[in-house]
């Protein structure tokens, strides 16, 4: 049983870590269990430059007014509420978590750990769920609260997509039915698919790779003989249990 979870969203001055940094954490403290936020926070972290400020809208001017010292309290304060959860979630938090671990500017952003110092497993919004009123695999995340009659009243910034995160949960009937089904032990699939056969592989939800010109999806490994195609298996990813 699920008890609590972290949801976690980032906001960054570019998409690889090699070019960009966080600038922005939010996180909220959920719980399965009730389906309601306990516990919600975020800060800013300091940055000489944002040129993703017309989409974050996050001002370079704050960001060079923000101390060290402010977002290390901030960060300890995300830390902290991570001691309590079982998960981390985020919408594609292969995105969010490559940036925990490692310099970020000025300052360390720790891996998020567990009350037995551990590091929390993630979970994945974007790939792990299959949300009841979804209309397709991979949703974004406005379409995906949208699908399920969720206002938007903002997006990209970090504690409004955790809110949003957390408004969607609020309303699955079978939230912890949910969670059994998103830790399944997941495998990354190639499908076996034609060229003239590439629409079958698109309606199963895999995504095409063009630098290996390959149809690929990460599946719960049962789900995998519920396909309507042949797959190649390229490696088991590790259960989040």
């Known amino acids: 049983m699920v008890e609590n979870i972290l949801i976690i969203d980032t906001e960054t001055t570019a998409l690889e870590i090699e070019q960009g940094q966080v600038i922005e954490i939010g996180a909220i403290l959920y719980s399965v269990k009730h389906q309601s936020p306990i516990q919600q926070t975020s800060t800013l972290l300091p940055a000489k430059q944002n040129p993703a400020e017309n989409i974050n809208h996050i001002s370079i001017d704050i960001l060079l007014d923000i101390s060290v010292e402010t977002a290390e309290a901030g960060i300890a304060e995300i830390c902290r509420m991570a001691k309590m959860a079982d998960f981390v979630i985020a919408h594609n938090a292969e995105f969010d978590k490559k940036w925990f671990g490692r310099k970020n500017g000025e300052i360390i952003l720790p891996k998020l750990l567990n ?6 497993p993630w979970i994945c919004t974007y790939n792990d769920f299959e949300f009841p009123k979804q209309t397709r ?35 699955i009937e079978d939230l912890q039915g949910l969670f059994i089904k998103a830790i399944r032990p997941k495998v990354r699939c190639v499908a076996l698919v034609s060229y003239q056969e590439r629409d079958l592989a698109k309606q199963a939800g895999f995504k095409w790779f063009p630098e290996t010109k390959t ?13 309507p195609f042949p797959v190649l298996c390229k490696n088991i990813q590790n259960s989040p249990k």
């Open 215 to 227: 149809w690929e999806r990460i599946i719960a490994s049962e789900d995998i003989n519920s396909l």
């Open 115 to 120: 009350s037995q110092g551990e590091e929390l």
């Open 137 to 171: 695999s991979h949703p974004s995340l406005v379409d995906l609260v949208l699908a399920h009659g969720i206002g938007v009243y903002a997006n990209h910034r970090a504690l409004t997509d955790c809110q949003l995160i957390a408004a969607l949960f609020d309303v």
